[in-house]
Antibody, heavy 121, light 109 residues
Framework: EVQLVESGGGLVQPGGSLRLSCAAS????????MNWVRQAPGKGLEWVSY????????YYADSVKGRFTISRDNAKNSLYLQMKSLRAEDTAVYYC??????????????WGKGTTVTVSS | EIVLTQSPGTLSLSPGERATLSCRAS???????LAWYQQKPGQAPRLLIY???SRATGIPDRFSGSGSGTDFTLTISRLEPEDFAVYYC??????????FGQGTKLEIK
């Protein structure tokens, strides 16, 4: 079964740091690009970051640029999101999602269940 | 940056009815870059449609996508009770990677 499982969420104070992980199984993780997407309470979806299969290409949303770092370990089938200088507005459920490209068609076809990050004093 | 605007914000319909959800882009989007997702409360988003009109694996044929340029539509031909959820359109945009619409909530009338 193709599966993504996020972990590492929790309560952190403003200005603090947190590292999220996403464990992949059921597919050849090293051949897929990956994304982090978040959803603030009661709000819509916001793409956060992208990493290519070999980590050569990385993108960030402007809202997290300079504070968040995406990385992956293909040997461990794992994706990470290091978050620093956290703000209240970073409070959200964070999803990892598999990036799929077919010819010129792009979409995210597999999603984890998410991990909750709460930034509060 | 391309902005996606979904309408209506909330759509109230009864099971068995037809649902038409709209997604309008602030500038032209390649059909290849447009996808639709369904999200139920407490669950992760689920891919429904990619490439504007291709159904994802396991998606019932009552779901269909259409459109081009700046106007895209998700149609649910005959609503089932499990279809009541929030729907998001999404477009791919190189360095911004993905942008989502604000969502349409489909609720039971």
């Amino acid at each position: 079964e193709v599966q993504l499982v996020e972990s590492g969420g929790g309560l952190v104070q403003p200005g603090g740091s947190l590292r999220l992980s996403c464990a992949a199984s059921g597919f050849t993780f090293s051949t897929y690009s990956m994304n982090w997407v978040r959803q603030a309470p009661g709000k819509g979806l916001e793409w956060v970051s992208y990493i290519s299969s070999g980590s050569s290409t990385i993108y960030y949303a402007d809202s997290v640029k300079g504070r968040f770092t995406i990385s992956r370990d293909n040997a461990k089938n794992s994706l990470y999101l290091q978050m620093k200088s956290l703000r209240a507005e970073d409070t959200a459920v964070y999803y990892c999602a598999r990036d799929t490209k077919e010819w010129l068609v792009y979409y995210m076809d597999v999603w984890g269940k998410g991990t909750t990050v709460t930034v509060s004093s | 940056e391309i902005v996606l605007t979904q309408s209506p914000g909330t759509l109230s319909l009864s099971p068995g009815e037809r649902a038409t959800l709209s997604c309008r882009a602030s500038q032209s989007v390649s059909s290849s870059y447009l996808a639709w997702y369904q999200q139920k409360p407490g669950q992760a988003p689920r891919l429904l449609i990619y490439g504007a009109s291709s159904r994802a694996t396991g998606i019932p044929d009552r779901f269909s996508g259409s459109g081009s340029g700046t106007d895209f539509t998700l149609t649910i031909s005959r609503l089932e009770p499990e279809d009541f959820a929030v729907y998001y359109c999404q477009q791919y945009g190189s360095s911004t990677r993905y942008t989502f619409g604000q969502g349409t909530k489909l609720e039971i009338k």
